[in-house]
């Protein structure tokens, strides 16, 4: 479904590409998931760049208004090819709207080790004794009784520790630690990195039960070739003030490999 989901063809002009933003990828409300959407902007940007072997390393993404289901034109500007990187302007319109701008860079990604740095994942159950999201009651207000489309393509199950929220409890510690699989099998590969930074429910339900909480800006960094197996994610809140939060997510593959991180900032109202 991802691949379905993220596929763009040739537009009208050379600089433009048809899509369709998909049911199977929304959230709440209806609302297009702001991890899928910068995967479908990453995919095009590549297949605007046309240079085998890049993968998009960093994106960056404003949410400038919420895409609705059905076709979009991503208009893309190729903005500098280089020798070791080259960077992409893709732009995600609906009714001659800009909903998503996103500016992303292109490099060679290797399956290696890093030169330096290897921060260890947290200690977590294994994914057979986490929490699986239709677990959850009461259910959080946010989705009601129906589980979001989203959860039947990506599978997030929750550390009991950090998921008292699942409960109504929050711990108000502001952290939610996951395993996350495609319900599928496909297996995780850069571009789809994009997706998992954003693929479970914000970490501040582990503060407070909120309605919805959009994104409006966010940054996700790719570090490597994820291995084969589930990922292991760590979503954490900053601080929440003047209606906005910051949240980081760290994602480690089944090699205990950091292999991306995201920084993102969302409005939230708080009860």
Known sequence: MFDEATAVRAG???DEWSADVRHEMTIVNGHPNGGYLLALLGRAGLVALDEPGRRVVSATASYLAAPTVGPCTVVTDVQRRGRTASQ???????DDRSTVDVQLLAADLVDRE???GDEPPPAMPTLEECLAHAEAHPRPPITGDELPPLTKVVQ???DPATAGWMRGRPSGAGEMRAW????????????ALLL???????????VVMTGWVPTLSLTAYVLGVPAPGPL?????VGQIVDGRVDEVCDVWDSRDRLVARSTQLAAIRMP
Request: aromatic share 14%.
């Open 232 to 236: 292991r994610l760590r979503f954490r």
């Open 196 to 206: 998992a930074v954003d693929a479970v429910p914000p970490a501040t339900f582990d």
């Open 12 to 14: 009208g002009r050379p």
């Open 156 to 158: 997030a199950t929750f």
């Open 114 to 116: 890093p030169d330096w």
């Open 180 to 191: 996350l699989r495609f319900v599928d099998g496909r297996a995780w590969d850069p571009l």
């Open 88 to 94: 992409v302007r893709a732009t995600l319109v609906q």
